[in-house]
């Protein structure tokens, strides 16, 4: 969910606001977050620090365990982070902080949605690939329709690398709430549904088209999507 426009460096990087305990990621559409270590001994640090990117390389290594370190002037900082290495002792790695004032994210976290789709990530996710593939490189969206049956569909517009075509699947899940119609685009719903843990998750949306769709899935993931505008039939 990062950035990748060099102008805007804050969204380049992952926010670690260990105050919250949260770890974010946006970039201006969708928003991921997930809660930290619950056992990180510096969870509570009154403290937010944005770290590049390149962190993620020994992601599957970090222990959740923080420490920040800065000069005399506060003018640098630096962020350590525990690793859980095989074979080694004591390891750790240190990143250098972007410089910069994060986005306030949790302000854009819905609260009191009414309507919310519960289904699991093995039943979305094979969908959403067929969906994919009928969708054009110049208009990035698929439709879904919330309701007794919750359907989404795609079409592709005829352009010069694409094609007409369309497709429309049925995701087995249970629905609550108005019916329900919006837009999304696909790569950041399907980059989503494959970044949460595997098992549940649930889709909560507001009565009005444009508001943000508060997705929820296991061991405190949490993401927000945009819609997409329709602008064409």
Not at 54 to 77: F, P, R
Not at 98 to 114: A, L, N, T
Request: hydrophobic letters at 35%.
């Amino acid at each position: 969910a990062l950035s990748t426009v060099s102008a805007r460096s804050t969204l380049c990087g992952i926010c670690f606001d260990l105050k919250n305990n949260n770890l974010a990621g946006a970039d201006g559409n969708r928003l991921h977050m997930v809660s930290l270590n619950e056992d990180a001994k510096l969870k509570r640090v009154d403290t937010l620090t944005i770290v590049p990117a390149k962190i993620l390389s020994v992601g599957k290594y970090l222990t959740g365990n923080v420490m920040l370190i800065e000069d005399e002037k506060k003018e640098d900082q630096s962020t350590v982070f525990e690793l859980a290495v095989p074979g080694c002792i004591q390891c750790c790695v240190t990143s250098q902080s972007i410089e910069g004032q994060y986005p306030h994210y949790q302000s854009v976290v819905p609260v009191d949605y009414k309507n919310k789709f519960v289904t699991r990530t093995d039943d979305i996710i094979p969908i959403l690939r067929k969906a994919l593939a009928h969708v054009g490189d110049d208009y990035r969206v698929v439709f879904v329709e919330f309701g007794a049956e919750t359907k989404i569909s795609a079409k592709a517009y005829p352009s010069a690398t694409t094609k007409t075509g369309a497709y429309s699947g049925i995701v087995k899940g249970i629905y609550t709430g108005a019916p329900h119609k919006g837009a999304v685009n696909p790569d950041s719903l399907l980059d989503c549904m494959q970044t949460l843990p595997p098992g549940v998750v649930e889709i909560h949306l507001a009565e009005e088209n444009d508001k943000g769709w508060l997705i929820k899935g296991q061991q405190g993931f949490t993401v927000v999507i945009m819609p997409v505008e329709i602008d064409k039939p």
